[in-house]
């Protein structure tokens, strides 16, 4: 069983941390708030500050920490402190390690921002001395420590063979599938991840303000939408390489019913439809 340090245990650290004991490793939460590092050592984990941070003592360091959205751009300041600070702790740390990044991060993140970061402060060199996996999560707020222990997918990104294995045998007792991707594949999936759901969200609500306006029964529409519609119900629908959509239904119905909402309503019902089809037409106009 690995030896395992969280640093950040917000609600992903918490339930990541809470998960990897549940299966038999051996996790001490680190956190730069007092408070936090109070709660989890009421409730029975090994907890403390930063600073108290003794490298020596693990196997691997999962990051899980915030990387909040400021006036529309990432901020990556809380990141890149707990990065240097571990660099430098690692200074003198003989044995391989592994370092994990699960806070969500834009593609190229962890290769040009946090393993320079890493080797500039420790002195090692990431593949040599130690691994770099980037691990992203999958994790409901509300059912965050549930969602750890009954993973539907792992997705690992490794910067090699390695770091990739090591973190494979941290998960070794998952029955869910395992992916090894690249590092910066992985950082992108998790934002297709994401994005992919905030636009099926807003899609169904700008349906249902149809639905509304026109006094109809939206959940019952969208319950057999659910079972109707291809794309709901074949997982590979929409995701392979075959160009923009065509045909004799699609282009005909997005355009027709975008013009039909105009006529009967005005401008600005249909703006995720409308962007659909001006997106589409781009694609096949450019190719």
């Not at 690992?156 to 770091?163: H, T």
């Not at 899609?203 to 709901?232: Q, W, Y």
Request: charged letters at 25%; one cysteine or more; hydrophobic letters at 35%.
């Amino acid at each position: 069983m690995a030896r395992i340090a969280v640093i950040g245990s917000g609600v992903v650290g918490k339930a990541t941390g809470i998960g990897l004991i549940s299966t038999g490793h051996q996790v001490k939460f680190f956190d730069i708030n007092p408070e936090r590092v109070e709660e989890l050592e009421k409730e029975g984990y090994q907890a403390k500050g930063p600073d108290l941070l003794n490298v020596h003592d693990f196997d691997a360091f999962f990051f899980t920490v915030s990387t909040p959205t400021v006036d529309g751009k990432i901020h990556l300041g809380f990141l890149e402190s707990a990065v240097a600070n571990l660099g430098k702790l690692i200074k003198e740390k003989k044995d391989y390690f592994v370092v994990v990044g699960r806070s969500t991060m834009p593609p190229g993140t962890t290769e040009e921002f946090i393993i320079p970061l890493l080797e500039k402060y420790s002195g090692k060199k990431a593949g040599l001395d130690f691994g770099v996996c980037m691990n992203p999560e999958y994790l409901r707020e509300k059912t965050s420590k549930d969602d750890f222990m009954r993973p539907w997918i792992i997705v690992i990104g490794a910067l090699d063979k390695r770091s990739g294995d090591t973190l494979c045998q941290i998960y070794n007792s998952y029955e869910c599938p395992i992916h090894q991707v690249s590092l910066k594949e992985a950082e992108m999936q998790k934002y297709v991840h994401n994005l992919f759901n905030a636009t099926k969200i807003t899609f169904f609500n700008e349906m249902r303000g149809i639905c509304k306006a026109l006094d109809l029964d939206a959940d019952k529409i969208f319950k057999i939408t659910a079972e109707s519609a291809e794309g709901s119900w074949n997982k590979m629908y929409g995701i392979r390489d075959m160009g923009p959509f065509e045909g004799s239904c699609l282009p005909k119905d997005t355009a027709a019913f975008s013009g039909w909402v105009k006529e009967k309503f005005g401008d600005n019902k249909t703006r995720l439809l409308d962007t659909t089809i001006a997106v589409n037409e781009t694609i096949k106009r450019d190719g």
